[in-house]
């Protein structure tokens, strides 16, 4: 049973940084792309960053230069490392996995088969 658990989520204020994690199990074969979401309170899931099984990434604009995901294959997880963090980043953040060929690209949530539960972050000026 495939299975997406992410952690690391908090309160910080603006300029902080928080590191989000997302440990996967139960995959029989690596995920194809693995993603960050966000969804903020009366506003639709976006996506915020994506790292393919090579290690190449694509960004959201709004999270370039001060967000970075990564992945540890060997420990099946997922980060992604907030720096800079602004009050418009607050949101609930979302884990996904995509089993089989797409292209990478900034996170869209019809190219993802998996999703955690998500983890909140709120961001005070």
């Known amino acids: 049973q495939v299975q997406l658990g992410e952690s690391g989520g908090g309160s910080v204020q603006a300029g902080g940084s928080l590191r989000l994690s997302c440990a996967a199990s139960?995959?029989?074969?690596?995920?194809?792309?693995m993603g960050w979401f966000r969804q903020a309170p009366g506003k639709e899931r976006e996506g915020v960053a994506a790292i393919g099984k090579g290690g190449a990434t694509s960004y959201a604009n709004s999270v370039k230069g001060r967000f970075t995901i990564f992945r540890d294959g060997a420990n099946n997880t997922l980060y992604l490392e907030m720096n800079g963090l602004k009050p418009e980043d607050t949101a609930l953040y979302y884990c996904a996995a995509r089993i089989g060929w797409a292209i990478l690209r900034t996170p869209v949530v019809d190219d993802y088969n998996y999703w955690g539960q998500g983890t909140q972050v709120t961001v005070s000026s």
């Open positions: 139960g995959f029989t074969s690596t995920p194809y792309l």
